[in-house]
């Protein structure tokens, strides 16, 4: 997946996140009331941890993206107006006259 394409990421993260909502609601119905927890919700929980985890990673990465291209922008236009003053404010050449026409030295 494209690191600047937050909205997929999130999108995809949060129907996953629904997802096990629902499998931890519907997955106890058909089970018996215990005072203990259960593998499967177990599983279900440490799933939402990993889950909720990777939105807060994609998150970061596409700040650190932004953050970069931000900073890569800024030496660009930097090196740009660098140029513009050297091409602004270089030495002209002398330009002679003779009699068999003008020459630059």
Known sequence: MDQTAVGDRAGLG????????FLLEFS?????KVSYMK?????????????FFALVESAIVYKAT???ALKEDKR???K????????LFSEVPE???TRVGL???
Request: aromatic fraction near 14%; hydrophobic fraction near 50%; glycine fraction near 4%.
């Open 28 to 32: 106890d119905k058909g089970m018996p």
């Open 76 to 78: 660009e236009l930097e």
């Open 95 to 97: 330009v002679e006259t």
């Open 80 to 87: 740009a107006e660098h140029v513009e003053k050297v091409i």
């Open 103 to 105: 020459y630059c030295v």
């Open 66 to 68: 932004f953050w970069s």
């Open 14 to 21: 949060i129907t996953t996140v629904l997802t096990e909502i």
């Open 39 to 51: 593998a499967a919700e177990l599983f279900v929980v440490v799933s939402f941890g990993f889950i």
